[in-house]
């Protein structure tokens, strides 16, 4: 199922002329500094309109009370650690003409996808192994894209267990959304015949989900219009995008509930947490030629939830993905039904840090 475009003005829902409304307090006029910016006077006047409001509050109401209707559960990011044996690995770094990752067997499956070794990038900066808590150490990584789409990407890494304190083992990473079932279908069979049946089954039963991102789409929902809370305690570590610069502040674009780690943090631990943002900026910001058809993309807001299993002390075997704990219902959204009522210079504050009010 790919999911990789917005909704258009088209859909269900969405009133086209209040949409064009919304969609201009977008800064798009320079394509570097594409966003909500710092004036934040035609935000409040949206915000202080009776007619906008309930327009708001209808959508959200709509996706929120009947989300099975409307909204459609999106997969983001998985990434995946399994325990290899020497054989295994030497296996899949095989140069022979007829083994190893590089080597397609099949024509059909050589006409989905390509396969070629990559460096390993920025993959162990991180890398915390000891003599008592050995940890994987990346030695090399194969990049999977697909023959019709070379930005949909799967890495496969190996950890070999040649460097001090390290464990051997596999781990691969990507985008499910930028997969159809037939494309997974063929790296996943590509996998297979490396591996041989029973190695590839040893594989998959052992396998680990060290990240899942889901996420939903609100189409039609400015993120300015969103105020959200956590149910949780942890609320006073959440922040709010982008962060002043030189006492200066933008608009907020984007809201973290849940732990960051600061950039002086060494250790980095990623956290379970919650990403709100706009994702018509983000998605002009990657895909800048979309701009001429801005007029036709419907203004949305993307709600993310970042599970990382271990952080959250509980293991999840990826046969048993289904039962991934969704925690994008601890999100306490605020009906924006009655913002029209508030004081402009509370919601200027609010545009600029919508933390404070926790």
Partial sequence: MKSNKLNTIESELIDPKLNKVLSSLINITDINHIGYGTDETKFVGQLRNKRMCEYQSKLLNSYLLQPKSYLKLELDKLDVTSKATDKAIALVLSKDNKKGMIHIRTKYIKSIINVKEVTTGNINKNFKGSKKAPRPYYTQV???????????????????????????????????????????????????????????????????????????????VLAAFLICLPIHAGAYRSKCYPLPNNGIYKLVETIYLGRIPDKNDKTKNRASKSRIYDALINYLKNHPDSIKFFNKLAVTTRIEYELIPYQSKCTLPINNLEKCLVKLNEIIIVDPIDFYNLNPDLLGSLLKDKISII
């Fill in 142 to 220: 194969f990049e999977i894209t697909l023959s019709d789409d070379p930005n949909a990407t799967f890495f496969f890494y190996i950890s070999d267990g040649s460097k001090e304190n390290s464990t051997k083992g596999f781990r691969f990473s990507f985008n499910p959304n930028r997969f159809n079932d037939e494309q997974l279908c063929a790296v996943f069979s590509h996998l297979d015949s490396v591996l041989g049946k029973r190695r590839y089954c040893q594989f998959i039963n052992r396998a680990l989900v060290t990240r899942i991102d889901i996420a939903i789409n609100l189409p039609g």
